[in-house]
């Protein structure tokens, strides 16, 4: 159902109503208190004595606590902040697959290193990863606005709760590496080469749990003060790093095209320079934090004085998120098994990039409009819509809720149509150093993750509903169902498709699985909102960008696959292709997005013409 304020010039505030400075609305609680809402996150609370009369205000605004600022225009500030930090960290992140794939392939070396790479990510998610993001900056937010010092010992105690835990279980999984390999992949453990190079490969990358660790918690606490942008910028560090360690590995050992290296060929010292790499760029991303947190007036003080001070309520919250993540962890062991041993029957069948680094690099490239727009758009979002949850504020989380969804719609719609129509020119253009064949494996694996990009984005938007409430144990519940229908699909398409195409199955699967959470998210939020989360104007936009954008994927796709079979596949002509399919997508999807009037679409192109124009 459409919200009121709706403007028909496209202009609006974060919350999708009018212009935030012009917005004003009254009205009286179930608690007797009236609340005189001057923008989306300004309100002037009211007592009603018994005759109904608004009290006077029991003291002048200015004595009341500091709080972070958190207008449209900071919203919006901290959000392009974000944006751009993302935007260039991805675009290192790309750099470093392609030097990755320049050096080792895409085939069964390159297996070896991705299994032992994600081990780390995996374990700490596992141990607290997950709930450090969704639960604590709700915590850390309630700490700044109750606790006399702002929330900086809860923050202490906080880090060093976390280092501590962090630092036991890393000493525990680097000796247990060998059996977390084998966990990961009983098809590489078969083979005595494979298993010792990724064992190496694992002892020097599950270190870096413990920086990564280190380096969400700071980012939370910086997040918790409105300061967004450490987070997203320092990635960038651990990016260049690992790219000069396989450019390193380039100059000494010669490209992967010369040298073919595989698990039998790769030397000690090759691994060593890769593994030294990997840790040293996320040490060096965690260090780069401190600057940061003494820019924004925050001091390190170890602290074990753990209980009486709200951690135990944290870690109650926290149990839904761990088991949250432990389904996730699990459906994504389940795939990385299938897509390794699919991987390996393909390459010996002669069709490289098949396995689980075609399924990772596809991921990346697939994610990384949701990480420009929509997490940046929501991390930003989340300690307000914190706020108005904490007051109670149905209406304020609704507004947020939709404006997320809306906002970030007009860039994941074109994008995943864009991934469906121009998949394999993009793979065969930024993985040409892997070898043809290789990329072009990646590039069907990227168009298969294509539509799912759509329900991936709304999902995570609409979890925010439930995490601002401090409520996890509802996205636990979402999270098993999206983990049975991924792990149940990638094992069908394991069984049911020939080894070249079942990890491109496993990757529509995977979209597959957040539509199916998607329906059951949307509706318990809805419920949870007084049953109307603006479903009429929010499912009225995708249906019209969903509208415009077939055609442009249509017409795109045909402009690319003609250049392609002109030009052929090489980097210069998957270069034409990717060019002249994508102008034309984008064209169409502008030209019909117009004549539908979409107003989200209009103001984006608005802005960008603004923007150009001066």
Request: glycine residues 12%; proline residues 6%.
């Amino acid at each position: 159902m459409g919200a009121p304020n709706d403007p028909t010039d496209g202009t609006r505030g974060p919350t999708g109503g009018g212009p935030a400075e012009e917005t004003m609305a009254l009205r009286v609680a179930p608690d007797d208190t009236m609340r005189l809402r001057l923008a989306p996150e300004d309100t002037m609370v009211l007592r009603l004595p018994a005759g109904g009369v608004p009290a006077p205000a029991p003291a002048p605004a200015s004595e009341a606590p500091a709080k972070p600022s958190g207008g449209p225009r900071s919203l919006l500030k901290s959000s392009a902040v974000m944006a751009a930090g993302t935007i260039v960290s991805r675009i290192t992140g790309f750099l470093r697959t392609l030097v990755m794939a320049a050096a080792i392939g895409v085939g069964t070396l390159n297996d070896s290193y991705q299994v032992a790479n994600v081990l780390p990510t995996m374990i700490y998610v596992l141990v607290g990863g997950g709930a450090l993001n969704a639960v604590f900056v709700p915590q850390l937010v309630r700490a700044m606005k109750k606790d006399d010092d702002g929330g900086e010992a809860y923050a202490n105690r906080l880090l060093t709760l976390v280092m501590v835990a962090l630092a036991g279980v890393t000493v525990v999984c680097v000796l247990a590496a060998p059996l977390l390999v084998h966990m990961m992949s009983p098809d590489i453990a078969s083979d005595p080469q494979r298993m010792a190079v990724t064992v190496a490969f694992a002892r020097y990358c599950l270190p870096t749990l413990f920086f990564m660790g280190a380096h969400v918690v700071l980012g939370q606490i910086l997040n918790a003060r409105e300061r967004f942008g450490a987070m997203m910028w320092t990635p960038v560090l651990n990016n260049l790093v690992i790219i000069a360690s396989f450019g390193g590995f380039v100059w000494a050992f010669g490209s992967f095209t010369e040298s073919s290296v595989s698990p039998a060929t790769v030397t000690p010292e090759g691994v060593r320079l890769l593994g030294l790499g990997t840790l040293l760029g996320l040490t060096v991303q965690a260090l780069a934090m401190l600057p940061y947190l003494r820019d924004a007036g925050f001091r390190l003080r170890p602290r074990f004085d753990f209980r009486g001070h709200g951690l135990g309520k944290a870690m109650g919250l926290a149990k839904w998120t761990l088991l949250f993540v432990l389904v996730n962890q699990l459906g994504m062991i389940v795939v990385t098994q299938l897509a390794t041993e699919a991987g390996s029957l393909a390459e010996d069948a002669g069709h490289t990039g098949s396995g689980i680094t075609a399924y990772n690099y596809a991921l990346l490239l697939w994610q990384m409009p949701q990480a420009i727009i929509t997490v940046s758009v929501m991390t930003a979002a989340l300690p307000r819509i914190s706020r108005a949850a904490q007051d109670d504020d149905k209406a304020a989380i609704r507004e947020d809720i939709s404006y997320g969804l809306r906002t970030s719609a007009v860039a994941i719609v074109p994008c995943a149509f864009a991934f469906l129509a121009l998949g394999v020119p993009m793979a065969t253009l930024l993985y040409a150093g892997s070898g043809a064949e290789g990329a072009r494996g990646i590039g069907f694996v990227l168009m298969a993750f294509g539509l799912g990009l759509i329900p991936y984005s709304v999902q995570y938007v609409v979890l925010r509903g439930f995490y601002a409430y401090e409520d996890t144990r509802t996205p636990f519940y979402n999270t098993v169902v999206v983990a049975l229908v991924n792990a149940a699909g990638s094992a069908l398409c394991f069984v049911v498709l020939s080894p070249r195409w079942a990890v491109a199955g496993m990757a529509a699967s995977y979209g597959l699985a957040y539509g199916v959470g998607v329906g059951i998210a949307w509706r318990r939020l809805r419920k949870r909102l007084g049953g109307d989360l603006d479903g009429r104007r929010v499912l009225g936009t995708y249906a019209r960008l969903v509208a415009a954008a077939v055609p442009a994927a249509a017409a795109g796709g045909g402009v690319a696959y003609a250049v392609t079979t002109t030009l052929g596949s090489g980097a210069a002509g998957s270069l034409a292709s990717l060019l002249a399919g994508g102008l034309v997508l984008l064209g169409v999807f502008l030209a019909v997005a117009h004549f539908l009037r979409l107003p989200e679409v209009s103001a984006l192109t608005a802005m960008v013409r603004g923007r150009i124009g001066r």
